[in-house]
């Protein structure tokens, strides 16, 4: 019955997903047409055709950027699982993040001593991980300080979240001092396609792919968050399997992973 419920949930978020990106298409779509009709009525005005240039760029760019985050969506089932030190992954990202949040936003990262490596695939965990804080960006138009962190889990029967069964998990946490969200909106977390922030300024897609990717690698996404509050939202993943040696220095996955 178990597997039937998450087969219907799964059956219900494809028709959502579809129904959106129809929605979505054919808002290009209209844009586009409506662009190159009146182009074709009045080809010699220069100024109104550069304007519906614009307009039809403008419209296919949103199309462009629903289509790449649909395109890693659809990728889930390609994960490539390594063994990740979260460490390294912090720093760096806060290191790249500290360039694109400007400089109203403070980025800290902090791993607890002995958190172990996570497994997961590195390079779709970054994605994520800039997709949350760039949502943390939003949620702080005032500026303030987003908290990346990690921390060993150990999670007893029924104490974690929903779904997700009890054992050792690393949790990467992003925390912000934004606006925080009201009830009704946390409720639709992870529902593709919703999104509170103007047409063309969100796809309501980062979360939905953020949620997907956690439970693909075997883990879940958590939100907490209240208004005026901020945002705390962690990806509970798997830790890497502990090798019963150490690996000869050539075999390092650091090492070998590094780019
Ligand atoms: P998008 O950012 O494109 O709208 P998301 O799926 O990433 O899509 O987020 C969905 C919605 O959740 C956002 O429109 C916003 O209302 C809310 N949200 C997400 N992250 C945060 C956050 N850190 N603080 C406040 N609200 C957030």
Sequence with gaps: ????????????????????????????????????????????????????????????????????????????????????????????????????????????????????????????????????????????????TLTISAEEAVLEGGSGPAGLLPGRYVRITARDTGTGMDPATVARLGEPFFTTKPRGAGTGLGLSMAKGFAEQSGGALTVESAPGKGTVVSLWLPPAPRTAEAPPPDADPAAAGAE
């Design 1 to 144: 019955a178990q597997v039937r419920a998450a087969q219907a949930e799964r059956m219900q978020a494809l028709g959502q997903l579809a129904g959106g990106i129809a929605h979505d298409f054919n808002n290009v779509l209209q844009a586009v047409q409506g662009g190159a009709a009146l182009i074709e009525r009045r080809p010699g005005d220069a100024a109104g055709v550069r304007r519906l240039a614009r307009m039809m760029l403008d419209a296919t760019g949103r199309g462009v950027t629903v289509t790449r985050r649909l395109l890693s969506f659809a990728r889930r089932d390609e994960l490539r699982a390594e063994p990740v030190e979260p460490s390294p992954l912090l720093a760096g990202l806060c290191e790249v993040l500290a360039h694109t949040l400007g400089a109203e936003i403070a980025c800290r990262h902090e791993v607890a001593p002995g958190t172990p490596p996570l497994l997961a695939d590195k390079g779709q965990l970054e994605t994520v991980l800039v997709n949350l804080a760039s949502n943390a960006r939003d949620a702080m138009p005032q500026g303030g």
